[in-house]
């Protein structure tokens, strides 16, 4: 079946107890057992809930896998996927992280005797150069936040399975109707559900996608040991958000590539890092490993104080942190985002104080574009 169907079906059946059409909230922390070892597939809602799990068979089969696991946080799922690996193994990440994932990675997780490697993981060559005889994993986001770099996912995939490594991806930005990493030779796909599959900005979860039954056999085991699961009344928005996900997606990629073009051709703009534009430098990469190029974008007003006109001008667009939602959000990276990260990094990855991202919304593009037009011009 076509993704639409199975975003609107999988997982989505009809209550067979009711024949609800929506999938209800089971909002109950255990379940009666008719005798000893007896039960009807549920426990104790920390190991499982109907529907979390709903929601997981769902979230498997839209990113093409087997399994999922869904998490209080995109933060919980990246967490509890570092927790394959222990102490003295090595990781190596892209260089341009979200700037909560550098901050669970540095200030976090080695103290607890992870090691990691930042490496650019568009060029193969410098990822190779990382690898270690300790190394498991590498790590990525593609496109990255804020700057938009791309990574070839089935490139650094043969890479990494080369030199017996597992490739974890995140693919919040695109989400699974835009790009399908598993496809492509990733072993793991984590997501934000708050963004895009929720895609209506007022729940917050993770999940965890792998198709390897010894992978999912232990992320299950830390999901209930470690119990940063997703609770049944944010499973449930995540399920109604993703009904609409390939109608979303379609109107964020049609509005994205209208704003960015808008953006490029502006006086007062110096540069806008959007895969959608001709003048990206790996174009024809995202025109070959994505079906579209989505809602996210960042452009350069070229210092702090002319971020702050167009950030404190803008009238429709609305400034907070977060992306993926049906409402057009702006932001300042250096400040919000990324401000974990420290600024000699920042400013070497691009990340420069007068840097604004946009996740563009599913307005009408024309308004979006005379808001950020009116604001533009406030820049002396």
Request: aromatic share 6%.
């Amino acid at each position: 079946m076509g993704f639409s169907t199975d975003a609107i079906h999988i997982g989505q059946e009809p209550d067979p107890a009711t024949g609800a059409i929506i999938v209800p909230i089971y909002q109950t922390s255990t379940f009666v057992q008719e005798e000893l070892g007896k039960h009807k597939g549920f426990e104790y809602a920390r190991t499982s809930n109907p529907t979390r799990a709903r929601l997981e068979r769902n979230l498997a089969a839209l990113e093409g896998g087997r399994f999922a696991f869904a998490f209080a946080s995109g933060m919980a799922a990246i967490q509890t996927v570092m927790m394959l690996f222990k102490s003295g193994d090595h990781i190596v990440a892209g260089h341009n992280l979200y700037g909560g994932t550098f901050r669970l990675f540095e200030r976090v997780l080695r103290h607890f005797g992870l090691s990691f490697t930042y490496s650019n993981t568009s060029r193969l060559e410098e990822v190779e150069r990382a690898i270690q005889p300790r190394t498991r994993l590498v790590f990525i986001e593609t496109p990255t936040n804020p700057v938009m770099e791309l990574t070839d996912i089935a490139a650094i995939a043969r890479l990494a399975h080369q030199h017996g490594l597992l490739l974890a991806v995140d693919n919040t930005f695109m989400s699974p109707y835009l790009q399908r990493p598993l496809e492509l030779g990733a072993d793991i796909v984590v997501h934000s559900t708050t963004k895009y599959l929720n895609g209506h900005s007022d729940g917050v979860g993770g999940v965890a996608v792998v198709n390897d039954p010894e992978l999912a056999d232990r992320l299950k085991f830390l999901q209930n040991a470690g119990g940063a699961i997703l609770g049944p009344f944010d499973a449930w928005l995540v399920l109604r958000g993703v009904k609409t996900l390939a109608v979303r997606m379609r109107q964020h990629d049609e509005n994205g590539r209208a704003v960015a073009q808008y953006l490029a051709g502006h006086p007062k703009v110096k540069r806008v890092n959007y895969p959608g534009l001709p003048s990206h430098p790996q174009h024809e990469l995202a025109k070959r490993q994505m079906r579209g190029f989505g809602g996210m974008l960042s452009f350069e007003t070229g210092s702090l104080e002319n971020a702050k006109t167009v950030l404190k001008s803008v009238r429709l667009c609305s400034l907070a942190e977060s992306l993926g939602g049906v409402e057009t959000l702006i932001s300042h990276p250096a400040t919000m985002t990324h401000a974990s990260v420290p600024p000699e990094e920042r400013r070497r990855l691009g990340i420069t104080e007068g840097l604004v991202r946009i996740s563009v919304g599913i307005e009408d593009a024309e308004d979006l574009i005379a808001d950020l037009d009116q604001a533009l011009e406030r820049i002396d």
